[in-house]
């Protein structure tokens, strides 16, 4: 797994960061869909610069009060929650379904 590069970029609306990561992984860039709950958030997104370079650039803008590698940070807290929720529920489901059929 490739290592995460912060870069931190402070612009005059609001603070932004961009995040590089290579090689490239789906699973971060969905990220950006929990990112845009936070309604401290202004911005986030993510694109691959080059179908044959093997690697990705997420960013992230948020509030001035806010900084981005806590929304990130945050973001993929809550992704590991709601993760962990679906695994739960999941074993459940199979339990219940096993125990039916026996």
């Known amino acids: 797994m490739g290592d995460l590069v912060f870069l931190v970029d402070f612009w005059e609306v609001g603070r932004t960061t ?8 789906h699973c971060l860039c969905l990220s950006y869909r929990q990112l845009l709950k936070d309604p401290q ?22 509030t001035p009060d806010y900084s981005p590698q806590e929304a990130f940070t945050n973001a993929i807290t809550d992704l590991i929650s ?18 039916g059929i026996e």
Request: charged share 30%; aromatic share 6%; proline share 8%.
């Open 18 to 25: 961009r995040l590089q990561a290579q090689p490239p992984s």
């Open 41 to 62: 958030v202004l911005f986030a997104g993510y694109k691959v610069p080059h179908p044959l370079e093997h690697k990705i650039i997420i960013r992230v803008q948020t």
């Open 82 to 99: 709601e993760l962990s929720l679906l695994e739960e529920r999941f074993r459940v489901a199979i339990k219940d379904k096993q125990e």
